[in-house]
């Protein structure tokens, strides 16, 4: 079982950035992969970013965010970030991180567990 809390979120202009936290609980954290999503109103939740369990180097990002947005994990803290640099308004959302077994996925059905989510709002 594995418990996750983000946290970061808030209002920026565009241009700003932020770092999204998600803390896990847990001992075996490290042999999770995780994934940020996010779901802006009215729309479907979609996948942002994952990073490989530990001792694999992986990463990945929807087009829309390369460049912009990096996915990083601390083990020895539990915690996954997304750091997020040169914010648009089309980014605004509820940003949810979430963790499965081994094997990274982009897909959320894949997920096991998520957080509870935190609003990241973007004003031009």
């Known amino acids: 079982q594995v418990q996750l809390v983000e946290s970061g979120g808030g209002l920026v202009q565009a241009g700003d950035s932020l770092r999204l936290s998600c803390a896990a609980s847990?001992?075996?954290?490290?042999?999770?992969?995780m994934g940020w999503f996010r779901q802006a109103p009215g729309k479907e939740r979609e996948f942002v970013a994952y990073?490989?369990?530990?001792?694999?180097?992986?990463?990945g990002y929807v087009d829309s965010v390369k460049g912009r947005f990096t996915i990083s994990r601390d083990n020895a803290k539990n915690t996954v970030y997304l750091q997020m640099t040169s914010l648009k308004p089309e980014d605004t959302a509820v940003y949810y991180c979430?963790?499965?077994?081994?094997?990274?996925?982009?897909?959320?059905?894949?997920?096991?567990?998520w957080g509870q989510g935190t609003q990241v709002t973007v004003s031009s």
């Open positions: 847990g001992r075996t954290f490290s042999m999770y992969a």
């Open positions: 979430a963790a499965r077994p081994l094997v990274v996925s982009i897909r959320r059905e894949e997920y096991d567990y």
């Open positions: 990073i490989s369990r530990s001792g694999f180097s992986s990463t």
